[in-house]
């Protein structure tokens, strides 16, 4: 049987790469789509020129642009995004238009070419102050950023086109994803991909705070695979839904540095000798962040398959044949 073609935009960030190459791989016809300010070309190497691979670049503050995209596709996968909560305060204004009005072009575009379902990155920062742990969908906090304001309004954006023109959709709040391809580079680099650099080069990382403040990382494998599972699901309950995505597991910043120098410490040589420096806590930052990830378990059979400690290994290994 055909499959049915499947649109990605932010095809060649982190996540978006790594979802098209999935699904190359799987035999989809799949349409990539990115701008190229945050995401690199050289990302989608492994599928660049196949034969059921297309790639536009263009921008998704321009309607027309998304309304060319979507022809023909059955599915939307919808990571484009200005991530980062430090650019956010540093440029609310862009971040707003890419966010906010670029995600509004998409449902707009996805709406008038009868799209049947778009699955878009939402996010753990939609928590905001909230401090209850673990986090569950329906017990949100204040945003602390401009950007945790964008991505709750995607949801809230997502919420009326379902209700008012029938528009399904499945927004996953990812917590702090991590794997091969985040860029260590860059004043907005996420912390794993910039700690493992900094510890292959022996280099002390610096923390924000006391190295105290958790997260939820959750390996790019697990999103991978909540993204298949959200596109195909016929359950009812999915329909309009919001997911945490996540492994389930707290880790303190701390904890993940020791973490690292453990799974370094064979090919660098005296890594535990490494001071940690401290900096300021960032504007914005969540203290602790926890998911319950019971809903999606229920709803769209997720079952996460990477820790923190395998997906560490598995992306170690990648930068150390790629940086």
Not at 78 to 84: E, M, P
Not at 191 to 197: A, D, N, Q, S, Y
Request: aromatic share 10%.
């Amino acid at each position: 049987m055909a499959k049915d073609k499947i649109l990605i935009t932010g095809a060649a960030g982190f996540i978006g790469s790594n979802l098209a190459e999935y699904f190359v791989k799987k035999g989809y016809p799949v349409v990539g789509l990115d701008n190229l300010a945050t995401g690199h070309l050289h990302n989608l190497n492994p599928i660049l020129g196949t034969h059921n691979f297309e790639f536009i670049n263009a921008d998704i503050r321009d309607i027309e642009v998304c309304h060319k995209a979507v022809s023909g596709v059955t599915y939307v996968l919808h990571q484009a995004a200005l991530g980062s909560v430090p650019r956010s305060i540093n440029d609310p204004i862009t971040t707003n238009e890419v966010n906010v009005g670029g995600f509004l072009n998409m449902l707009v575009a996805c709406k008038e070419a009868g799209v049947k379902k778009m699955v878009y990155a939402a996010s753990s920062s939609t928590y905001g102050d909230s401090k209850a742990l673990p986090k569950v969908e329906e017990v949100i906090g204040k945003p602390l950023s401009p950007y945790a304001i964008t991505k709750y309004v995607n949801e809230l954006y997502a919420d009326v086109f379902y209700k008012t023109y029938g528009l399904n959709t499945i927004g996953l709040r990812y917590f702090n994803v991590f794997g091969r391809r985040q860029d260590p580079n860059g004043a907005y680099a996420a912390v794993i991909p910039l700690f493992t650099k900094q510890l292959m080069n022996k280099q002390p990382p610096t923390l924000n705070g006391d190295g105290t403040f958790s997260r939820d990382f959750t390996y790019i494998d697990n999103v991978i695979q909540a993204n298949e599972l959200a596109m195909l699901s016929t359950n009812d309950e999915s329909n309009n839904c919001v997911l945490n995505i996540a492994f389930g597991e707290q880790t303190t910043i701390l904890g993940l540095v020791d973490l690292l120098k453990d799974l370094l410490s064979d090919s660098v040589k005296n890594i535990e000798n490494l001071k940690t420096l401290y900096g300021p806590i960032r504007d914005g930052d969540v203290p602790h962040s926890l998911a319950s990830i019971q809903k999606a378990k229920e709803v769209i059979g997720y079952d996460p398959q990477y820790s923190l400690k395998q997906g560490l290994r598995e992306s170690i290994k990648w930068y150390q044949d790629n940086l």
